[in-house]
Nanobody, 124 residues
Framework: QVQLVESGGGLVQAGGSLRLSCAAS????????MGWFRQAPGKEREFVGT????????RYADSMKGRCTISRDNAKNTLYLQLNWLRPEDTAVYYC?????????????????WGQGTQVTVSS
């Protein structure tokens, strides 16, 4: 059974940073590209960024470029999202997702497995 468990969310002031983690099990992590998405109240789920199986290629949403970094540790089956210079509009539940292909896709429908999310709240 595939499990993705996010952690690291919390309350932070505008301009602050957070590092989210996603622990994966039940799949061959090193053979799976991974992504981060977020969903704010009343809004659709939106793409944050994605990383290939090897970790060599990343892709980010325009709104997040320069403010976040995705990385992975295949030995630990863990995905990371470093968030910097956070803004109140970054407040959302952040989800990690696994894509059994290696499409580096910004589309949520291309991902096969999802975590339950971790809340990030940015105060002004």
């Amino acid at each position: 059974q595939v499990q993705l468990v996010e952690s690291g969310g919390g309350l932070v002031q505008a301009g602050g940073s957070l590092r989210l983690s996603c622990a994966a099990s039940g799949l061959t992590f090193s053979a799976t590209s991974m992504g981060w998405f977020r969903q704010a109240p009343g809004k659709e789920r939106e793409f944050v960024g994605t990383i290939t199986r090897s970790g060599f290629i990343t892709r980010y949403a325009d709104s997040m470029k320069g403010r976040c970094t995705i990385s992975r540790d295949n030995a630990k089956n863990t995905l990371y999202l470093q968030l910097n210079w956070l803004r109140p509009e970054d407040t959302a539940v952040y989800y990690c997702a696994a894509d059994r292909g290696d499409s580096v896709s910004p589309r949520a429908n291309d991902y096969d497995y999802w975590g339950q999310g971790t809340q990030v709240t940015v105060s002004s």
